[in-house]
């Protein structure tokens, strides 16, 4: 651990985000701001690093920062509340999983229709995405 008081710019630096992410969690109460001092700078607690990164792995596991606001309103006592959660978020996942591969199909079936059916006058990905 660093020495050095975790002034904003030393937070930022720590977490490995920008100063501007910190104000807006700030903002948005996913952290607390401290008190300024009469003379110097705010110091942040450790907790304050700690979160933050929380923070950011929860956003690389797709929660958003509502969801992440409500993992931390219900803290390391409510486990099974925080589970339910994180299978919810797996659901919504699989879905999306689901969904991009139909998508995906989908574009592959017209890419290979205008591979067989090339013409110079019309493209039939264009036809097939312009029909009602």
Excluded: W
Aim: glycine share 4%; proline share 4%.
């Amino acid at each position: 651990m660093s020495t050095k008081p975790l002034t904003i710019g030393f937070l930022a630096k720590a977490a490995e985000v920008n100063i501007e992410t910190i104000r807006y969690y700030q903002r948005i109460d996913l952290i607390t701001e401290p008190e300024k001092p009469a003379q110097g700078y705010r110091v942040y607690p450790q907790t304050t690093l700690k979160r933050i990164k929380f923070i950011k792995r929860a956003q690389q596991l797709g929660f958003s920062l509502q969801e992440i606001a409500e993992l931390l309103a219900l803290g390391e006592a409510n486990c099974a509340d925080v589970r339910l959660k994180a299978e919810q978020k797996c659901a919504q996942i699989d879905k999306q999983i689901n969904d991009l591969t139909k998508l995906r199909l989908n574009l592959q079936e017209m890419i290979n229709t205008c591979k067989s059916q090339s013409s110079s006058n019309h493209c039939s990905i264009v036809e097939t995405l312009s029909a009602p």
